[in-house]
């Protein structure tokens, strides 16, 4: 009893270090609203997203707000997961780091991760509330499909839907059939395309919940300027992205045109006859 006594106590203090080590309260452990994870180069908020930040500390006066810089994830990744540590540092893009970062961080502590450019306007409380009890993982839509990793909410620790995205990441990054251009290395090996595809694993059993938009994106969070991560060929898919939006719309709305002309035509006709065989 005593020597069970004596490895609780140490077991403990060795939990207080370990989470005091990476700027995480003891007290972060708590249920899904105690943490809120962000990730920058410095341990400086850039002065652009300093409003970004504060809306969540004064939205989440009880969480423990934790800005992890470059330096504190690859130690914190070297400590807890040495297995995937030569796969992180061999990452060629500084946001597929941080990609697998926000991973790591939400299945070890869980908690809510959101981009520095992220404005929050509802309260995490809010958030998880209307998700069903069922949804370990709240996750927010992103387009042209798909869901996002700017913001990722993990109600537990160690949740089984973010065990296997991490599972997954050792393969993704070295498999030979993604192109090798900067913006799908990083969508497809580590980032909202990989993420998509290993949570789509778990949607069926209700474990995932995907925010609708028109809630994400006109009620609970506002955006600043960010995708300081994309490259040159991210700006090109993004313009024919957009192009393509341009000429789908007008392909739309031309049907629709026709269509409500035939409608109005038939609608005519059909007048006519009735007053003519009145």
């Known amino acids: 009893m005593v020597a069970y006594f004596l490895g609780s106590c140490v077991r403990a203090v060795l939990s207080v270090i370990t989470l005091s080590r990476y700027n995480v309260s003891a007290h972060a452990r708590k249920p899904y609203t105690s943490i809120i994870h ?11 997203w300093k409003q970004s930040a504060e809306s969540w500390t004064q939205l989440n006066a009880k969480s423990v707000y934790c800005h992890w810089n470059h330096s504190e ?3 914190f990744v070297a400590d807890e997961y040495p297995w995937l540590l030569s796969t992180y540092l061999a990452y ?3 946001i597929q780091r941080c990609d697998v970062a926000r991973y790591l961080l939400l299945y070890h502590y869980g908690g809510t991760y ?11 409380s809010v958030i998880f ?25 993990v109600r537990r620790p160690r949740d089984p839907v973010m ?38 694993c778990y949607g069926a059993e209700g474990r995932v919940y995907v925010i609708p938009a028109f809630r994400y994106y006109s009620i609970y969070v506002d955006h600043l300027d960010g995708a300081s991560w994309h490259a040159w060929d991210g700006q090109i898919i993004w313009k024919l ?3 393509y939006r341009r000429l789908s719309d007008s392909i739309s709305l031309i049907l629709l045109s026709f269509t409500v ?16 065989y009145s």
């Not at 991490?166 to 090798?180: C, Q």
């Open 38 to 48: 962000v990730i920058w180069t410095t341990s400086e908020v850039p002065t652009q």
């Open 73 to 75: 994830l690859e130690a």
């Open 92 to 94: 060629p893009y500084v």
């Open 114 to 124: 959101a981009d520095l450019d992220i404005i929050t306007v509802t309260p995490m």
């Open 129 to 153: 509330a209307s998700a069903p009890v069922t949804a370990g993982v709240i996750v927010a839509p992103t387009k042209p499909f798909g869901v996002a990793t700017e913001f990722i909410a």
């Open 163 to 200: 065990r296997g995205v991490i599972a997954g990441l050792r393969r993704a990054a070295a498999s030979p059939w993604y192109p090798p251009l900067p913006y799908t290395a990083v969508m497809y090996r580590t980032g909202p395309v990989y993420f998509t595809r290993l949570i789509n």
């Open 241 to 243: 992205y957009l192009l």
């Open 261 to 276: 002309f035939v409608l109005f035509i038939l609608i005519i006709r059909n007048s006519c006859y009735f007053v003519g």
